[in-house]
């Protein structure tokens, strides 16, 4: 990239900041500041307004960045990420979306705590929440710097750090000052311009091909040097009986893990009825399926038209495959079109980006402050000083987001999602189905169901290939990786439901017949919902 191509995606990145943090601005001065206020928005969006924001809250770097990369890198394995993350929704749409708008009013831990003792399990339920939060949200910090550290011809550390600490900067500045009203706004935005580049490059590329995908295939698998076996299973995932199984515990993960994520389920809380919920979810799968799709058109071009190599030299997790595809398919890098088309391409992912760190940001300030602060403060918390911790916690995860953003910024973003989701379906997936289905659930077994997913899975992670004893480790220099599967998975999520039903079995306490009557009739009708 020349100075002046990347003086025109800079302006682009500039132009987006400014927007947002003008619809920030604007939303902070009309606001009354109460906690249903900062945190849902009032609960005034329509469904298709809180669809697209659905949409754009989903589809991260994870999404745009780094699955694209996987396919272009390891083919067929790749899709796997694309196919996971739209089935999740399947299990978003049945079981959860509109019993927890029924049931909650802010968090997750609303929903468990109704017909529980609130304090453990708020504490368990908020712990959780922010764990996999933080782990979300370095995803979409290493993305940033791969992002920034491309456009600058940087390929060392000094313009990613730069990126990872002023997105950490912006998306405090978001949460803080706009609560969830400006940042539902923003994820509109972005979900518009994310599926407009989308669409865009998926056509670019198809006229590349005259529009056969069968070629686009086999332009891929030639460009790859795998040949046909760029196109079959098992390039990344099916060298041994480790990878086989990582492959499953991957897919269960991304399958189940949305219904788990904080950041998502708040979003039910910004509708008025469950209806609406409903209806949001539908348009959320409608433009997440397109999308995916496209990805997998971009991935398989990257392949085809940029090649392997060059995606891996530019960085070796292939986050940057999709921008190096729209400099190509503008007429090549050194081009007038091909940096404008990089530049916008560029400027789309890094709206992506903070997007995505605003609502998964102040998701978990809410978990702390409506969760963990209000639990164990609660005679002396007023509403007010609620919303002032859920400030302050907010600029607390953002400096751990950076932090550990910078430690893992050669990792694959859609891998370190992958990691989340994990995490998500281990903790607070059993217990939430637990909570909406099982008569008998007790408290003992909801905070054992929690801890129960959460630790089992961070340990593991902890002790995989992620973190040390290979190359691709974040401390490749030493060894302590005795888990030889790289995500936890096929072992925390069973063990999560496993200590849930333990935890009652083993309870001296009686479930409370008329508490859990309660929630049935309100989760299935929405009678006594907020």
């Known amino acids: 990239m020349t100075t002046e191509h990347q003086t025109l995606a800079l302006i682009l990145f500039s132009l987006f900041i400014a927007v947002t943090l003008g619809i920030t601005t604007w939303v902070s001065r009309n606001r009354h500041g109460s906690a249903e206020e900062f945190y849902v928005g009032g609960r005034l969006f329509s469904p298709m307004e809180n669809g697209f924001a659905i949409a754009g809250d989903y589809m991260s770097a994870a999404s745009f960045l780094g699955i694209s990369g996987l396919i272009a890198l390891f083919g067929y394995d790749g899709l796997l990420y694309s196919v996971g993350f739209l089935v999740a929704w399947l299990v978003v749409l049945f079981l959860v979306a509109e019993l927890v708008r029924n049931c909650g009013r802010f968090t997750l831990a609303d929903v468990v705590a109704a017909r529980m003792s609130e304090r453990p399990v708020r504490i368990a339920a908020g712990a959780s929440s922010v764990t996999v939060s933080v782990l979300y949200l370095v995803a979409q910090m290493v993305g940033a710097g791969s992002l920034v550290g491309l456009l600058l011809g940087d390929s060392g550390t000094a313009a990613r750090t ?124 409608a433009l997440i399926g397109g999308f995916y799709l496209m990805t997998i058109v971009l991935g398989f071009g990257a392949a085809a038209l940029v090649g392997p190599d060059e995606v891996r030299a530019s960085n070796a997790s292939g986050n940057t495959a999709v921008p190096l595809l729209a400099a190509f398919l503008g007429g090549g890098a050194e081009s007038t079109g091909g940096a404008v088309l990089f530049a916008v391409v560029a400027a789309i992912a890094f709206a992506t980006i903070l997007a995505v760190v605003a609502g998964i940001t102040l998701a978990s300030s809410a978990s702390v402050a409506h969760d963990l602060y209000a639990s164990l403060k609660r005679r002396h918390a007023r509403q007010r000083s609620e919303v002032a911790v859920a400030r302050v916690a907010a600029v607390g995860i953002g400096a751990v987001a950076i932090a550990l953003g910078l430690l893992a910024q050669d990792l694959n973003v859609a891998f370190l999602v992958g ?99 309660e929630t049935e009739v309100r989760s299935l009708t929405g009678a006594g919902a907020v």
């Open 162 to 285: 730069l990126t990872v600490i002023g997105v950490g900067a912006l998306m405090v500045v978001y949460v803080s000052f706009g609560g969830m009203r400006a940042t539902t706004w923003i994820q509109i935005v972005k979900a518009v311009l994310l599926m407009g580049g989308a669409v865009t490059l998926t056509v670019l590329v198809l006229l590349r091909f005259h529009g056969d995908f069968g070629q686009l295939l086999t332009s891929a698998a030639e460009r790859s040097g795998h040949g046909p076996r760029f196109l079959s299973p098992g390039l990344k995932y099916g060298a041994d009986w480790t990878s086989r199984f990582d492959f499953m515990s991957l897919g269960l993960a991304l399958v189940l893990g949305t219904a788990g994520l904080p950041h998502i389920l708040s979003r039910f809380y910004t509708v008025p009825t469950a209806r609406a919920a409903r209806r949001s979810v539908v348009w959320a799968i």
């Open 419 to 517: 990691l989340a989701f994990a995490v998500a379906a281990s903790a607070n997936l059993p217990v939430l189905l637990y909570s909406l289905f099982w008569r008998a659930f007790t408290t003992r077994g909801a905070v054992w169901s929690v801890y129960g997913g959460l630790v089992p899975a961070v340990v593991l992670v902890l002790l995989s290939p992620v973190v040390s004893g290979s190359p691709d480790s974040l401390f490749p220099g030493v060894s302590f990786q005795f888990f030889p599967l790289q995500n936890p998975g096929l072992v925390s999520i069973p063990l999560g439901f496993l200590a849930g039903w333990m935890g009652t079995v083993t309870s001296a306490e009686d479930p409370d017949e008329a508490k859990y009557a």
